[in-house]
């Protein structure tokens, strides 16, 4: 088995996909809890890491771009700066 445009439920294909490290691998490696690491080695040298990371939202499941889920809830959740008068103040990274 092998990803295609519909292994993450869109439907239509995204030019990205086709490049991605993934896309010959056996699914399992990025859904299956035990392989958290292996899945996140693969995504590591992956050219499209940046794109699979911005399509997934933050309840899929699995690994996409280098994160679990639970890593993109943490994410989501996580303060990115706020406006206090006309300064922005950022927080770490």
Not at 2 to 17: A, I, N, P, V, Y
Not at 59 to 87: F, K
């Amino acid at each position: 088995m092998t990803l295609d445009s519909d292994t993450f439920g869109l439907g239509q294909e995204r030019e990205w996909r086709e490049r991605a490290a993934c896309r010959e691998e056996d699914p399992d490696i990025l859904f299956n809890p035990d392989r958290v690491d292996e899945a996140k080695a693969l995504c590591a040298g992956c050219e499209v890491r940046a794109e699979c990371l911005h399509e997934a939202g933050p309840g899929d499941e699995g690994v996409r771009g280098g994160m679990t889920q639970e890593e993109r809830l943490a994410d989501a959740a996580r303060p990115r700066g706020c406006v206090l008068g006309s300064e922005a103040i950022k927080f770490a990274d």
